[in-house]
């Protein structure tokens, strides 16, 4: 007998595979399977699949293909942007956003342990950064600031723009982990100014293990590798590049460039409908951030109700969050609703709703019903103890 699987709410955690993408894949378990490093007709063959998903990301995001640097996904980027950018400079002083995802606040962290000063931009009760707070922080002596372009619990989006005219002025690179934003809202990364952007495939509908750094060309002298070995990628990320992952990355950021406005149609609607209907089973719920974030983002706020505790009574029928994957299994609160002022209980209380492309009405529908009799029941049983 096959179970129903749950309703999945947790795109922001992770998309579903593309058909299209998935199909791109599999040629690549059988026939290309060469090294795409090999200097033969096999490894030319693979290597068309790594300068294809080069030129696909490049395009994405508004980019040169030879500013794009292949990485294991969002998080490699994210350390070699940051650790690269200490290994070259003489400048002493990190900025980073108080709301950033741990692959950046880690490596901040580490960098701060060697010796480097790093600050923390503190951000509204919307989740939007201080610009004002921003250029009272930035020194001469700053070498780098990063705030991420989509927050990955609250989905509140930053002005890139205005954070990257302060990095400007003060001669201080500006890195942007827009792993939740890439392939869902258009971006322009000579535009808003980005000097390096991490993405990773798995958010927009590609495959695990894969993603980019976008490294400006003026700024590329100014990043050292953090790893070391063969020449691939210029040297800046050795190791054989996987043609698979390649390839499905090439399809998922082609698809993501060409739909990415139905897709925005679609979840926007469905967060419409979501808010409302929960609204009005549950009157008393709040909703976290700000309202200018992802469409595909819904955090919560469930007064009285343990979030975590309510996830589990969902388990079987529906997938969410109380916050990131990375946090998964932790009892600590969520320090990004810590940081936009939301008190310990009142972030055990809230949770992460995410949706995208292939969400229909009915699973909306659905989700509201189960949430509402889930926390009925839940409340019931603590006022019963």
Known sequence: MNRRKPIYLD??????????????MLPFLDDLFGNPHSEHRIGWEAAA????????????????PGEIILTAGATEANNLSLMGAARRTQRR??????????????????LSAQGFEVEMI???SDGIIDLERLAQLIRPDTALVSVMAANNEIGTLQPLAAISAHCAEMGALFHCDAAQLAGKLP???????????????HKFYGP???GALYIAEDVRSQIAP????????????PGTLAPMLCAGLAVAARKALTEQALDEVHTRALKARLIAHLL???????????????????????????????????????????????????????????????????????????????TTVEEIDQAVELIYEKATRLSHSVAAE
């Open 93 to 110: 002083h990190i900025l980073v956003s108080a709301i950033e995802h741990k692959c950046v606040l880690g490596p901040a962290a580490a």
């Open 187 to 201: 971006v322009d990364v000579y535009a808003l100014g980005i000097d390096l952007l991490s993405l990773s495939a």
């Open 280 to 358: 009005r089973k549950m009157p008393d719920i709040r909703v976290n951030g700000s309202e200018t974030s992802l469409s595909g983002c819904l955090n919560i706020r469930i007064p009285g109700i343990d979030a975590h505790a309510l996830l589990m009574m969902l388990q079987a029928d529906l997938a969410a969050s109380v916050g990131s994957a990375c946090n998964a299994g932790t009892i600590e609160p969520s320090y990004v609703l810590g940081a936009i002022g939301l008190a310990p209980d009142e972030a055990r209380a809230s949770l992460r709703l995410g949706f995208g492309r292939f």
């Open 49 to 64: 699949a790594v300068e294809d998903a080069r030129r696909a990301v490049a395009d994405l995001i508004g980019a040169a």
């Open 122 to 124: 503190p951000v509204a």
């Open 11 to 24: 795109y922001q955690a992770t998309t579903p595979l593309d058909p299209e993408v998935r199909a791109a």
């Open 226 to 237: 953090i790893m070391y070995g063969g020449g691939q990628q210029d040297g800046m990320r």
């Open 208 to 210: 695990k293990g894969i």
